[in-house]
């Protein structure tokens, strides 16, 4: 069974912290993507990578920054957290091209106090 | 620009009522089109997928969709809504000649069952 696996369900942070928020795949995916998701606002891109070392910026990338240093790992980071970063994070993985074969991990609800 | 809209935030129904859901789109070209369904606690989970041909397309778990190229629109559908059925939707949509990096979806509709 494919799996996307994201490290915390829930995480707690203090404004100015910086979180590191990860994401596993297994299916040797090129492309990996995190999301924001937020009441009313749907799902938002924040980064996409399509391969190993390369990323591009998605709609809302401000404030945040990304590693992929290994095909199956992209993480996400929050170089100086804040209140408005409070939010539902979802990491996903596709082959390129097949955009009906996104899988989701089940999200990371980060909460910045 | 190109857009989503799921015009109901909410939706409660009775436990073997039907169901529709509603979502359209702004674009400039047929897209791809896509509902998928997240459960409490869970990513999303593709339930059924648009490209060509017959308009009416199945999906898992008894949902079906119509795409209406003149009105833009591709609403979900359910003949007989479980209690399981309880979760939150999106529609989403992506150029034909686009990628998942493009995939833009709605802002989501909550659908609540009463026993």
């Known amino acids: 069974d494919v799996k996307v696996t994201q490290s915390s369900r829930y995480l707690v942070k203090r404004t100015g912290e910086k979180v590191f928020l990860e994401c596993v795949q297994d299916m040797d995916h090129e492309n990996m993507f995190w999301y924001r998701q937020d009441p009313g606002l749907g799902l938002r891109l924040i980064y996409f990578s399509y391969d190993v070392k390369m990323k591009e910026k998605g709609d809302i990338p401000e404030g945040y920054s990304v590693s992929r240093e290994k095909k199956e790992r992209f993480s996400l980071i929050l170089e100086s957290a804040s209140t408005n970063q409070t939010s539902m994070y979802l990491c996903?993985?596709?082959?390129?091209?097949?955009?009906?074969?996104?899988?989701f991990g089940s999200g990371t609800q980060l909460s910045v106090l | 620009a190109q857009s989503v809209t799921q015009p109901d935030i909410h939706i409660t129904v009775s436990e073997g009522a039907s169901l529709e859901l509603r979502c359209n789109y702004s674009y400039g070209a047929t897209p791809y089109l896509f509902w998928y369904v997240q459960s409490p606690g869970q990513g999303l989970q593709l339930l059924l997928k648009?490209?060509?041909?017959?308009?009416l397309v199945q999906g898992i778990k008894g949902f079906e969709a119509e795409f209406k190229r003149s009105q833009s629109s591709f609403n979900l559908r359910k003949p007989s809504v479980h209690w399981s059925d309880a979760a939150e939707y999106f529609c989403a949509v992506v150029l034909s000649s686009g990628s998942a990096r493009q995939l833009t979806f709605g802002s989501g509709t909550q659908l609540t069952v009463l026993p």
């Open positions: 648009y490209f060509s041909g017959d308009t």
């Open positions: 996903a993985s596709s082959r390129p091209r097949r955009v009906e074969k996104l899988f």
